[in-house]
């Protein structure tokens, strides 16, 4: 079973990686000039990234079942 300080590096490793995937793919958006599926597909992307990323903010709602 997980301890508190185990699962709290956990999400913050996830949070991190996340926020990365967030800046990556801003890059490539700004990157694309004309108005594609591919832009559309990043625009997507940065959307559920921010998404999930305000979910793990909330305790009431678990991303994955607790261990």
């Known amino acids: 079973m997980l301890n508190a300080h185990k699962l709290n590096l956990i999400l913050m490793t996830i949070e991190q990686t996340l926020q990365t995937e967030i800046e990556e793919s801003k890059r490539w958006l700004d990157l694309e000039t ?28 678990h991303i994955c079942p607790p261990y």
């Open 34 to 61: 004309i108005q594609s599926t591919y832009k559309r597909d990043l625009q997507k992307r940065i959307e559920l990234i921010n998404s999930v990323l305000e979910n793990m903010k909330n305790p009431n709602i």
